[in-house]
């Protein structure tokens, strides 16, 4: 058996749901451990529980290239609806089936063996390897990646460079790169009113009649016209609540939830002012509170992107396509002290979905992909 699904299978059968972790970074570090790393957990304890962080570093010199992911799963859902127990790692039809298996025990396997294998083989590396990896990525993100970037910035121990094992293929294997995400910025608005009688307008303020008209700006607003990377910033309304159940009650207040997902084109600030001289133009008496879920980021093509392209391209023969595309990643805290953040990883077709599977095919040329990029990076300069 191929010792990438070995591992792929051993991490699956460890039912980690966020943010348990189960057992497989202990695995990991015992399989890292035998290759000679340095491995150091780093576990936090935050509202959500205990949460599983670890550090393993081989050599210590620049550059530091690292590999960063996480242990943790979204939960199951119904059992029944699988065709086979998600923590029972199954292989059908050449397919790995499990909850895990593309999102992202597979790429945590593959860049595990690929940092075991080019240490074996003994070759004249300049630099240092290292892994990041938490359980706390799929739920809050609060107690994983982000605690262990505040420790690594403490003591000065910067990464020159990230790959995160994301499953970013999207219609083939090695077609996409991400080489950035959007920031996600969250409002919760309440528009104040004044409760009575609908039969009695004069009487009221009607806090969904107050909100429209400024609702229907802030929708028509054009925030930014994004650049070469990154399409426009967007606004989207995700809840609206008001109203006490009864038919002619006019209510007090009007909740109101949206999200921004942005771009480096806008900043929290410049969002934040317009939204607010937007809603006090309309005349609104109000209260809003603001959630940052990710600052955007962005690699540009430099040495990273050309490391991993290059290895992309010499094990599928297709030159991958950069993409910000999607939602948010823990490359959002690694970005904040690593200068090339990128994700890659295999297909995301089945991602949190009922019989989530990764193509068996697609391991081996993972973990290769994985050992080129690292060899790329860590390879000694000529003199």
Same mark, same amino acid.
């Given at each position: 058996?191929? $010792?990438?699904?070995?591992?792929?299978?051993? @991490?699956?059968?460890?039912?980690?749901?966020?943010?348990?972790?189960?057992?497989?970074? /202990?695995?990991?570090?015992?399989?890292?451990?035998?290759?000679?790393?340095?491995?150091?957990?780093?576990?936090?304890?935050?509202?959500?529980?205990?949460?599983?962080?670890?550090?393993?570093?081989?050599?210590?010199?620049?550059?530091?290239?690292?590999?960063?992911?996480?242990? %943790?799963?979204?939960?199951?859902?119904?059992?029944?609806?699988?065709?086979? %127990?998600?923590?029972?790692?199954?292989? !059908?039809?050449?397919?790995?089936?499990?909850?895990?298996?593309?999102?992202?025990?597979?790429?945590?396997?593959?860049?595990?063996?690929?940092?075991?294998? @080019?240490?074996?083989?003994?070759?004249?590396?300049?630099?240092?390897?290292?892994?990041?990896?938490? #359980?706390?990525? $799929?739920?809050?993100?609060?107690?994983?990646?982000?605690?262990?970037?505040?420790?690594?910035?403490?003591?000065?121990?910067?990464?020159?460079?990230?790959?995160?094992?994301?499953?970013?293929?999207?219609?083939?294997?090695?077609?996409?790169?991400?080489?950035?995400?959007?920031?996600?910025?969250?409002?919760?608005?309440?528009?104040?009113?004044?409760?009575?009688?609908?039969?009695?307008?004069?009487?009221?303020?009607?806090?969904?009649?107050?909100?429209?008209?400024?609702?229907?700006?802030?929708?028509?607003? !054009?925030? %930014?016209?994004?650049?070469?990377?990154?399409?426009?910033?967007?606004?989207?309304?995700?809840?609206?609540?008001?109203?006490?159940?009864?038919?002619?009650?006019?209510?007090?207040?009007?909740?109101? #939830?949206?999200?921004?997902?942005?771009?480096?084109?806008?900043?929290?600030?410049? @969002?934040?002012?317009?939204?607010?001289?937007?809603?006090?133009?309309?005349?609104?008496?109000?209260?809003?509170?603001?959630?940052?879920?990710?600052?955007?980021?962005?690699?540009?093509?430099?040495?990273?992107? /050309?490391?991993? #392209?290059?290895?992309?391209?010499? /094990?599928?023969?297709?030159?991958?396509?950069?993409?910000?595309?999607?939602?948010?990643?823990?490359?959002?805290?690694?970005? $904040?002290?690593?200068?090339?953040?990128?994700?890659?990883?295999?297909?995301?077709? #089945?991602?949190?979905?009922?019989?989530?599977?990764?193509?068996?095919?697609?391991?081996?040329? @993972?973990?290769?992909?994985?050992?080129?990029?690292? !060899?790329?990076?860590?390879?000694?300069?000529?003199?």
């Amino acid at each position: 058996m191929s $010792e990438v699904l070995a591992l792929a299978q051993a @991490l699956i059968a460890r039912p980690s749901v966020t943010p348990a972790d189960a057992g497989c970074l /202990e695995l990991i570090a015992h399989e890292l451990a035998e290759a000679g790393f340095s491995c150091e957990r780093l576990d936090s304890t935050g509202a959500t529980g205990r949460v599983a962080n670890l550090w393993a570093r081989w050599g210590t010199s620049r550059p530091l290239v690292v590999f960063a992911g996480h242990t %943790d799963v979204v939960p199951p859902g119904p059992l029944s609806a699988w065709t086979s %127990d998600p923590f029972t790692p199954t292989v !059908r039809e050449g397919r790995l089936y499990g909850r895990g298996a593309a999102d992202m025990k597979s790429s945590l396997a593959a860049a595990v063996i690929a940092a075991k294998r @080019l240490l074996r083989r003994k070759e004249s590396l300049c630099g240092s390897l290292a892994f990041l990896l938490t #359980s706390d990525e $799929e739920g809050e993100a609060t107690d994983g990646t982000v605690k262990v970037v505040e420790t690594l910035r403490a003591r000065h121990e910067i990464p020159d460079y990230c790959v995160v094992g994301e499953p970013t293929s999207a219609v083939c294997f090695g077609d996409v790169i991400k080489n950035g995400r959007r920031g996600s910025l969250t409002g919760h608005l309440i528009v104040q009113g004044l409760q009575g009688h609908v039969a009695y307008p004069e009487k009221v303020r009607n806090p969904i009649h107050l909100a429209a008209p400024a609702l229907a700006e802030l929708i028509a607003t !054009r925030w %930014d016209e994004g650049n070469e990377f990154f399409p426009p910033t967007s606004f989207q309304i995700s809840n609206i609540h008001a109203g006490t159940g009864a038919t002619n009650v006019v209510p007090a207040r009007c909740e109101i #939830s949206f999200n921004f997902r942005f771009s480096t084109a806008s900043s929290v600030d410049s @969002l934040k002012t317009r939204v607010e001289q937007i809603l006090a133009r309309h005349g609104l008496e109000f209260d809003l509170a603001w959630t940052l879920g990710g600052k955007p980021f962005l690699t540009r093509p430099g040495r990273l992107v /050309e490391a991993l #392209s290059q290895a992309i391209c010499a /094990e599928t023969g297709r030159l991958p396509e950069l993409s910000t595309s999607g939602g948010t990643s823990d490359g959002r805290f690694i970005a $904040e002290i690593c200068p090339e953040v990128v994700e890659f990883g295999p297909l995301n077709a #089945s991602i949190h979905k009922v019989d989530e599977c990764i193509d068996v095919a697609t391991l081996e040329p @993972l973990a290769r992909i994985y050992e080129a990029t690292f !060899r790329n990076l860590l390879h000694t300069p000529k003199a």
